[in-house]
């Protein structure tokens, strides 16, 4: 007499092949948000890069108004025009030692 026995292993074998597969869709969901954030980080990076690129121009700028308000030539024709006169023997303030170092004492340094 043949005795027919169902497969006593389809529980283990069912529930390793379910583990397996929710192991597969949790890496592929993982992967996909990883690449997402990789797409945003390259994104900020890009922008960074065109502000810095704006940041450096603006500077640029700024340093040529600079330079040309301090040019020599420019202070020539602004004293000719306003005009001022230069002073041969000119008189400084001076700051005593101690009044230094009251502001050293306040300030922290």
Do not use: C
């Not at 993982?30 to 603006?58: A, C, M, P």
């Not at 040309?68 to 024709?77: N, V």
């Amino acid at each position: 007499m043949t005795i027919i026995k169902p497969n006593k292993n389809s529980f283990k074998v069912e529930f390793f092949s379910s583990v397996l597969i929710m192991i597969f869709i949790a890496s592929a969901v993982w992967g996909v948000f990883l690449y997402n954030q990789t797409v945003n980080f390259r994104h900020e990076i890009e922008d960074i890069g065109i502000t810095l690129k704006q940041s450096e121009v603006e500077n640029a700028e700024l340093k040529n108004i600079l330079y040309s308000m301090i040019d020599l030539k420019e202070s020539e024709s602004l004293v000719a025009s306003e005009s001022l006169i230069l002073e041969k023997n000119p008189e400084y303030a001076k700051v005593s030692n101690f009044a230094k170092q009251q502001v050293v004492y306040e300030t922290g340094n």
